[in-house]
């Protein structure tokens, strides 16, 4: 019996979709995203024991069903070779989020990063993240 770990590393090779996704995924997608960024690869019974932590209303049934979605849209690819698929993000979690924020930043601020990094500082950072923001940019300053 593969481990699967071993079926991850197949992910490339076996019944992989594309990289690209075709659409942005939900809130929900998302959380299911965390996962198999946080922990790797996973099995559809693996990917709802890890969400029904936080889920307890959640069922498998309806988690298999959003990966198999996911899979079909191009946002997971997906080992076949075994009895139980392995599933995994088809994006790194940063590639993914960037695309996003630069999605969000061009409709919400007109395409101005500095436009949104002004609305977030005003109302949504702690004074200790101000901080460590602030010791951030002086980083990149040079000498």
Request: aromatic share 4%; glycine share 2%.
């Given at each position: ?27 929900a ?57 392995v ?25 101005s ?31």
């Open positions: 019996m593969r481990t699967i770990k071993n079926s991850a590393t197949e992910l490339a090779t076996s019944h992989a979709r594309p990289v690209q996704a075709s659409r942005k995924p939900t809130a997608e998302l959380a299911l995203l965390r996962v198999l960024w946080r922990d790797g690869p996973a099995t559809a019974k693996q990917v709802f024991e890890r969400v029904q932590a936080d889920r307890p209303e959640i069922n498998q049934a309806t988690v298999l069903r959003q990966l198999q979605i996911m899979h079909t849209d191009g946002l997971l690819s997906r080992d076949e070779s075994a009895r139980s698929h599933y995994a993000a088809a994006q790194p979690q940063e590639k993914l989020q960037t695309n996003l924020l630069k999605d969000f930043i061009q409709r919400a601020f007109s395409g990063g500095k436009e949104l990094i002004m609305a977030a500082l005003k109302e949504h950072v702690s004074e200790e993240d101000r901080a460590e923001i602030q010791a951030f940019l002086h980083e990149d300053k040079p000498s």
